[in-house]
Structure formats: structure tokens, C-alpha cells
């Protein structure tokens, strides 16, 4: 079992960053692949950012460039930093763990945290 808990979000200008932090149970974080996912009013929940072993990560075509997922194993944390965020990165960051494998689906994921709100005004 593991437990995700994020924290980090907030209300932001247009341009500006937010780093969001997701801290995990469990003694083999290390082995599992971890990813952010958002869903905005309205819309389905879509994927964001995943880190897996051997450094490996992969981003959401919207975000590449602007976002970093990076994750420290000793500390059982994965964080997103956001840069140049826009009004349309506004949703519910919610980090994610899978035991598997690497996907962009959110069904993949077998552990939730319970979201942190990211607001980016224009």
C-alpha cells in the first residue's frame, strides 16, 4: 500500500512558477513509476509528467519545456516544478503511482493522492 499526499499548489499570475511536492509511504518508492496528472473544470483528467527508474521521464507535449518532474528517492517525494505557467494550466494536480509501467493512462495507476488545487490567473 502507499500513500500519496501533494502539496505546493496555490494561485499564480500568467508567467509566473509553482513547485508542487508529492510525498509517498512505502519502502520501494524507488521501484515504483510516479506521475502527475490534472483535471480542470469540465474536462477529463489528463496526464502531465511521469519519472521512473534509471532517470527516465516524459512529459505531455502542453507542458514540455515549461514543467521538470524530478523525484528523490530517499526521501519518498516526487515534485513538479511548474515555470511559465498559463491561465490554462488552471486544475487539480493530482500525483499518481504505478508498480507496473510507464503510461499516460490514468487507470495505470494504481495509488492517488487526494489533489492540490494550481489556480493561474491571466
Known amino acids: 500500500q502507499v500513500q500519496l499526499v501533494e502539496s505546493g499548489g496555490g494561485l499564480v499570475q500568467a508567467g509566473g512558477s509553482l513547485r508542487l511536492s508529492c510525498a509517498a509511504s512505502g519502502r520501494t518508492f524507488s521501484n515504483y513509476v510516479m506521475a502527475w496528472f490534472r483535471q480542470a473544470p469540465g474536462k477529463e483528467r489528463e496526464f502531465v509528467a511521469a519519472?521512473?527508474?534509471?532517470?527516465?521521464?516524459q512529459y505531455a507535449d502542453s507542458v514540455k519545456g515549461r514543467f521538470t518532474i524530478s523525484r528523490d528517492n530517499a526521501k519518498n517525494a516526487v515534485y513538479l516544478q511548474m515555470n511559465t505557467l498559463k491561465p490554462e494550466d488552471t486544475a487539480v494536480y493530482s500525483c499518481?503511482?504505478?508498480?507496473?509501467?510507464?503510461?499516460?493512462?490514468?487507470?495505470?495507476?494504481?495509488?492517488w493522492g487526494q489533489g492540490t488545487q494550481v489556480t493561474v490567473s491571466s
Open positions: 519519472s521512473w527508474s534509471g532517470g527516465m521521464t
Open positions: 499518481a503511482a504505478s508498480a507496473r509501467r510507464y503510461s499516460t493512462y490514468d487507470y495505470e495507476y494504481d495509488y
